[in-house]
């Protein structure tokens, strides 16, 4: 062992001492502090007195109790902040530190060592830092600079310049130095290597030590109100996207918390995926959730809301369909800004007319017709906002309410209720009187005053859901109001700027269909949800400060302006690659720039990351000749098996081919093995025809877990994922023969890491007629001859 070694090692040593002993002491800490949570809780009424004889008693018991909630509120945060302590400590034992680098600082002449790890570690003084935590300000000069000047930001005394000196990285393992390299790249080769060459785990992990400069400038950005991250297959968008929640909750840990921070994400498989990482840097998780869900969670109680992997299916699938071009256009036209601007024209316009409403009935008659709703709607207060108008038209709803209640109490329904009340009905309405009217057991003996209240307390709870109902604006007629936009196809000539799709009149008989049934097409649940916030007033959530939107490319124009709508206090990081736009709507578009518009050029940064880590380099330079602008993606120089490509004749070649090569892969020990099929469909036939393979599991729309294993999966469930062994099920002409199917194909082709095998039933797909020769191995097929 060298001199560096063996100094770095002791070091090591006497680190690894440091933590062993305030793990003892934090352990210690955390028991007190939960004994003292327990001790609260189990003696928290004898410590508060309870009188309510005088007003001064009242008082006081309110104080005790105060006292004592507060008590147990502080217990309850000095455990947590003991218990997270204690859990990052005995993570940094298992890894102390990744990094080290040596600086300058100007003005001075003293070299500090800074060392570099996921937690913050001051010696038992309290007085020095051992390690610096990967967030604060100095360690930016880490994954930024090579050797030479450099600098970084800090809150109290701005910019600091200085020298960096030297750059060391470490790979530690249960106490040992496996390696130390002085380097003057942002991360060395070394450190990827280690990390990319391993196989694939059953969660994403924290990619701290490996964090590369563009990646570190993402994870870092806190100028505008935008970022995007527009990044190739494999260029660790959505780790840096990660460690950048991270970063965000250690920079802003005074004024933000966890449940502020929402990521939307492309399905539940994929929120279990990345649901460590943030974990295993000793932060909360952000709060998770595809915008499917939230569109299910606004419309269910209305619709059968189709999915958006449904559409998908619909699209991949459904060419033969007589209303497939008219469905394909409708989901292109509807996911525009074109048809956002129409919709807020639309709403304009309905100040004059156009709302319709839906009349109010109490058993079986009419209190308010709908007519006569509309006539009051727009013949009363009509100088007044919107809004106002109809918190108007509330109130004096719930005034014909209050007179029906009034007329009612005199009916003989009334009478026939009391007598039909049970005993206990009875006695509960006589203790509710009690309470309310201050009745007493004489008061309750007046025969016509007592029917006369319970016929009031009848009456009242019969017309409850009617005043409910009418404060919730339920007397709008949502539906039929978007309904009435298709109604007419020339209708929307008066609010749209531009033509109309060619199919216009075909998409409003479509979409009038689906909501005669009471279905609602995922292209038309945005639009109808837009419609409708801005008609009540708009739901808005003040409390999310960032939020984070993952696949972005599988978003709409129209979708993005509804969520800056919906988190108006919101900064937003999109994060996309559109060589993977597989939805019809984003068929044609190839970048963010139309998102540029959103808060405008002074608020928005874009950062490309182009650099592609995931895959070996022979993969990289086979996938990137699949798409155009590939050249400018680059591989990093990771060396593997060349992609191979098998032509077979039959299903049964096919399935004995792909089935041996699993038991091969399998073999080599390979910890994910995914066969990627171009639909469900497709997966479920691939399930059935490999289903004897032994561990092998179907991948569906609703899955929540990402499996570990053999699995079969539709291309569009496994984008964000990666795979150790990808086998693409039919690579041939007849499944990939569109043109629009090419980035799906390549969205397949790229979530293998190690190792890409192709197969064709018949001829190959005219994408990789394209190919270089020498970037594809053919192989010679096993045959059941």
């Known amino acids: 062992m060298n001199k560096d070694l063996r100094q770095e090692q002791e070091r090591v040593d006497g680190v690894l001492k440091i933590i062993s002993e305030q793990i003892d002491k934090s352990a210690d800490e955390t028991t007190q502090r939960r004994n003292d949570v327990i001790n609260v809780r189990k003696n928290f009424w004898d410590e508060v007195k309870v009188n309510t004889d005088s007003f001064d008693d009242y008082l006081e018991t309110i104080i005790s109790l105060r006292q004592q909630a507060q008590q147990l509120a502080i217990g309850q945060i000095n455990h947590k902040q003991a218990s997270n302590r204690l859990a990052a400590l005995r993570r940094m034992k298992e890894v102390p530190y990744f990094g080290r680098i040596d600086f300058i600082e100007e003005g001075t002449t003293d070299l500090e060592r800074i060392y570099i790890g996921v937690s913050t570690l001051m010696d038992n003084s309290g007085e020095n830092i051992l390690i610096y935590d990967w967030r604060a300000p100095i360690s930016s000069v880490y994954y930024d600079y090579p050797p030479g000047p450099a600098e970084y930001d800090t809150p109290e005394e701005g910019t600091i310049h200085g020298v960096l000196d030297q750059k060391w990285q470490y790979i530690i393992r249960n106490g040992v130095i496996e390696s130390m390299f002085d380097t003057s790249l942002t991360i060395g080769d070394e450190i990827l290597q280690h990390v990319l060459g391993k196989g694939t785990n059953k969660h994403m992990r924290s990619i701290v030590a490996s964090i590369q400069k563009e990646q570190n400038q993402i994870i870092r950005y806190d100028k505008g109100r935008l970022l995007i991250v527009q990044g190739a297959a494999g260029s660790g968008k959505t780790s840096a996207a990660l460690q950048r929640i991270a970063y965000l909750l250690y920079k802003y840990r005074n004024w933000i918390k966890a449940d502020q921070i929402i990521l939307f994400s492309p399905n539940a498989m994929f929120n279990n995926y990345v649901s460590r990482v943030l974990p295993e840097l000793g932060e909360e998780n952000m709060q998770q959730v595809t915008f499917q869900e939230y569109l299910v969670h606004r419309l269910s109680d209305s619709f059968q809301v189709e999915d958006n992997y449904e559409q ?25 800004i074109r048809f956002f601007e129409t919709i807020k024209e639309y709403r304009q316009t309905l100040e004059q007319s156009g709302m319709i409403f839906k009349g109010i009935r109490f058993r079986g008659k009419p209190i308010v017709t709908g007519k006569q709703i509309s006539e009051r709607f727009y013949n009363t207060d009509t100088t007044l906002r919107f809004g106002n108008r109809l918190e108007k038209l509330t109130e004096w709803l719930l005034k014909q309410i209050d007179e029906t209640e009034k007329n009612e109490l005199k009916k003989p329904w009334v009478q026939d209720e009391i007598e039909l009340l049970s005993k206990e009905d009875y006695q509960k309405a006589y203790k509710y009187l009690q309470k309310k009217q201050g009745f007493t057991e004489e008061s309750f003996d007046d025969y016509e005053r007592e029917t006369k209240i319970l016929g009031k307390m009848i009456v009242r709870k019969k017309l409850k859901p009617l005043r409910e109902w009418a404060r919730m604006l339920r007397f709008i007629d949502f539906k039929g109001i978007y309904k009435q936009l ?11 700027k531009g033509d109309t799709p060619t199919e216009w009149k075909d998409i409003c008989h479509l979409t009038m269909e689906m909501l005669d049934e009471g279905k609602l097409y995922y292209e038309d649940a945005t639009p109808f949800l837009l419609l409708k916030e801005l008609i009540q007033g708009f739901q808005s959530n003040v409390s999310i400060k960032f939020m984070l939107i993952d696949e972005a490319q599988d978003y709409s124009p129209f979708q993005f302006e509804f969520l800056k709508r919906l988190f108006p206090s919101a900064k937003m990081t999109v994060l996309g690659d559109f060589n993977q736009a597989i939805f019809a709507h984003a068929s044609e578009i190839v970048d963010f720039n139309m998102l540029k518009g959103l808060y405008g050029p002074d608020e928005t940064r874009v950062i490309n990351l182009t650099q592609s880590y995931r895959s070996t380099k022979p993969i990289v330079e086979f996938t990137r000749r699949l798409v155009p602008g590939g050249d400018l993606i680059n591989a990093f120089d990771r060396e593997g098996k060349k992609p191979v490509l098998t032509q077979l004749s039959n299903k049964d070649d096919l399935h004995s081919n792909i089935i041996s090569k699993i038991e091969e ?37 609703g899955s929540a877990e990402y499996e570990q294993g053999v699995v079969i999966i539709p291309a569009y469930l496994a984008k964000g994922i990666e795979f150790d062994a990808v086998i693409i099920y039919d690579a041939s002409a007849k499944v990939y023969g569109e043109e629009s199917l090419r980035r799906l194909f390549y969205t397949a082709c790229t979530r293998a890491m190690h190792q890409l095998y192709l197969y064709s039933l018949g001829e190959v797909s005219p994408f990789l007629h394209e190919i270089n020769a020498d970037l594809l191995l053919l192989n010679q097929p096993i045959t059941n001859e």
């Open 486 to 496: 298709f109604s007419d196809s020339k209708r929307i000539e008066q609010w749209i």
């Open 665 to 701: 892969l399998k073999g080599n020990q390979f910890n994910t093995i995914a066969v990627i099929c171009k639909s469900a469909a497709e997966s479920l036939a691939a399930y059935e025809a490999l289903r004897d393979v032994e561990g092998i599991k179907l991948v569906k729309r």
């Open 312 to 336: 998908l299916e619909y699209v991949l699938t459904g060419i033969n369909d007589s209303t497939y071009k008219t469905r394909t256009a409708s989901i292109r036209f509807k996911a525009s």
